[in-house]
C-alpha cells in the first residue's frame, strides 16, 4: 500500500518552474526547509538550528499545496511518500498501527524524504472524549513516531501536512510544525501570472490580455484557473472540428485571433 504512494526524488514530475506566482514562498521554503536538508552538517550541530520536521502548509483548497510539497521534495533531491489518511483512520486499529510504523520505517530509510499528508486535520484534529478509541490511540502513536524523528538529530525526515482548517489541529501536532506556510488565494497579479504558466505552450491569440482575464477572474483559485483553460481549449477545439466537419474539403484556415474573446467568454 505504501509503496503505491511513494515517489523517488527522480520521478517527481513537478518543480519551481511549475508553480506560479508564489515566489515569496518558495524563497522562505528554500532557506527554511531545502537548505538544512542539503546543508545537514552545519544545521545538525546545535540543537537550536535542527531542520525542522514537521511542516504546515494552510490555505484555501486548489492553491498549490500538493504541488508545493512536491516541489520541495524534488528540489531538495527528497523522496515523497504522499501519505493517505483514510488509510490510518480505519477501525482495525491493529493494522493501521502497523502500516504508521511501515510508513515511518520507510522514510527512515528512504531519507531524506518528505511524509506528505493532505487535509491533515481530519486525522489530526483536536482530541475530544468522544473520538473512537482507535482513533485517540492512532493519533497517539503516530506522535510517538513522529517524536522519534525530532529527537533524532541526523534524521532528514519531514512531516508535512496540508490543511484549509489549520485551527482545527490538535496543539500538539501545530507544535511539531513550528514551520507553517500560508498558500492563500491568487491575487490579480498572481492570477496573471498563473494564467501565463498555464497558457505559455497553448496556441492562444498573440494579444491575449492576461491583466484583463486576471481582472475576470476574481475568486478563482489555481484550480479554477487550470479548469477554466482547459474548458476554453476544449471549447476552441469543438468549435474548429465543428467548422472543420461542415467545411469538409473546401477548408478554410481558422483564425485564431477569435480565442481570446472565447476564453473571455468562457471565463463569463
Ligand atoms: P487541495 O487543498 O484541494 O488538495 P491544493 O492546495 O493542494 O488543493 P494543488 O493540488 O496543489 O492544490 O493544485 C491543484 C492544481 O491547481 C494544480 O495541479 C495546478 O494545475 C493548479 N495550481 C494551483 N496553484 C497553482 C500555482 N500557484 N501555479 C500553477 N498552478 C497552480
Redesign the pocket.
Known amino acids: 500500500i505504501i509503496a503505491s504512494q511513494l515517489v523517488v526524488p527522480d520521478e517527481i514530475n513537478v518543480s519551481w518552474k ?5 515566489d515569496h514562498l518558495i524563497q522562505e521554503l528554500r532557506e527554511t526547509v531545502i537548505l538544512p536538508i542539503q546543508k545537514r552538517d552545519l544545521f545538525s550541530d546545535s540543537r537550536l538550528t535542527q531542520p525542522p520536521k514537521g511542516v504546515l ?1 494552510h ?11 512536491k516541489a520541495t521534495a524534488k528540489e531538495a533531491n527528497m523522496s515523497f511518500i504522499n501519505l493517505d489518511v483514510s488509510l490510518l483512520t480505519d477501525k482495525w486499529y491493529g493494522e493501521t498501527q502497523k502500516l504508521a510504523a511501515a510508513v515511518f520505517s520507510l522514510a527512515v530509510k528512504l531519507q531524506p524524504c518528505i511524509v506528505f499528508i ?2 491533515i486535520e481530519s486525522f489530526l484534529r483536536t482530541r475530544t472524549q468522544h473520538d473512537h478509541e482507535a482513533t485517540a490511540m492512532m493519533k497517539t502513536q503516530f506522535m510517538s513516531l513522529w517524536d522519534g524523528l525530532i529527537t533524532d538529530p541526523s534524521c532528514t525526515v519531514i512531516i508535512m501536512g ?1 490543511t ?1 482548517r489549520p485551527q482545527d489541529l490538535d496543539k500538539a501536532i501545530q507544535r511539531r510544525m513550528p514551520a507553517m506556510f500560508h ?1 492563500p488565494m ?1 491575487s490579480e497579479q ?1 492570477r496573471d ?2 494564467l501565463r ?2 497558457l505559455h505552450a497553448e496556441p492562444t491569440a498573440e494579444d491575449i490580455d492576461f491583466s484583463r482575464l486576471a481582472m475576470a477572474t476574481e475568486g478563482f ?3 479554477d ?2 479548469e477554466l483553460c482547459r474548458q476554453a481549449a476544449v471549447y476552441r477545439v469543438r468549435d474548429l472540428a465543428r467548422q472543420q466537419l461542415d467545411q469538409s474539403n473546401d477548408s478554410q484556415q481558422s483564425n485564431n485571433t477569435d480565442s481570446e474573446d472565447e476564453f473571455v467568454d468562457a471565463v463569463r
Do not use: F, Y
Open positions: 511549475d508553480i506560479a506566482g508564489l502548509l490555505g484555501p483548497p486548489g492553491c498549490g499545496k500538493t504541488l508545493i510539497a493532505d487535509e496540508a484549509n498558500v491568487p498572481q501570472r498563473i504558466l498555464i483559485s489555481g484550480s484557473l487550470h
